[in-house]
């Protein structure tokens, strides 16, 4: 009888899988796990204040939880998964440099200003 592997497959749908794979982190490795949820759960809060997610409230415990689950199907909210993995960044491996994390400081509220437009629109039956 051959042995069974348990190395955890990436899944891309898993936010803790993908957030770790921007991070770098093979899925494999749990040691920076409960931080990397720590920062995950705090960009969720945001988004959830911006009005993105479940009325109430979303959070992740591990690698079950699923991009479905929080954003539902709509397209348009695509870009959440960039902004999660780039504020958990921020969060659990800041940039170094004075100006790269003015750029990321930048970026990340441009995100935050179009998923609340994405948002918005979607509350009043937009596009």
Same mark, same amino acid.
């Given at each position: 009888?051959?042995?069974?592997?348990?190395?955890?497959v990436?899944n891309?749908?898993?936010?803790?899988?993908?957030? *770790?794979?921007?991070?770098?982190?093979?899925?494999?490795?749990t040691h920076?796990?409960p931080?990397?949820?720590?920062?995950?759960n705090?960009?969720?809060?945001?988004?959830?204040?911006?009005g993105? &997610?479940?009325?109430?409230?979303?959070?992740?415990?591990?690698?079950?939880?699923?991009?479905?689950?929080?954003?539902g199907?709509?397209?348009?909210?695509?870009?959440? *998964? $960039?902004?999660?993995?780039? *504020?958990? *960044?921020?969060?659990?491996d800041p940039?170094?440099? &004075?100006?790269?994390?003015?750029?990321l400081d930048q970026?990340?509220? $441009?995100m935050?200003?179009?998923?609340?437009?994405?948002a $918005?629109?979607?509350?009043?039956? &937009?596009?």
């Amino acid at each position: 009888m051959g042995e069974v592997n348990d190395t955890p497959v990436f899944n891309p749908e898993s936010i803790l899988d993908s957030v *770790k794979k921007d991070l770098g982190i093979a899925v494999e490795y749990t040691h920076f796990d409960p931080d990397v949820i720590l920062g995950i759960n705090s960009a969720i809060s945001v988004l959830n204040q911006l009005g993105v &997610g479940p009325r109430e409230g979303f959070k992740i415990h591990d690698r079950d939880e699923t991009w479905t689950e929080f954003l539902g199907d709509d397209p348009r909210l695509e870009m959440v *998964k $960039e902004y999660v993995a780039k *504020k958990t *960044k921020q969060f659990f491996d800041p940039p170094q440099t &004075g100006p790269l994390a003015t750029a990321l400081d930048q970026v990340l509220k $441009e995100m935050e200003w179009r998923v609340n437009i994405a948002a $918005e629109s979607n509350l009043n039956g &937009g596009i």
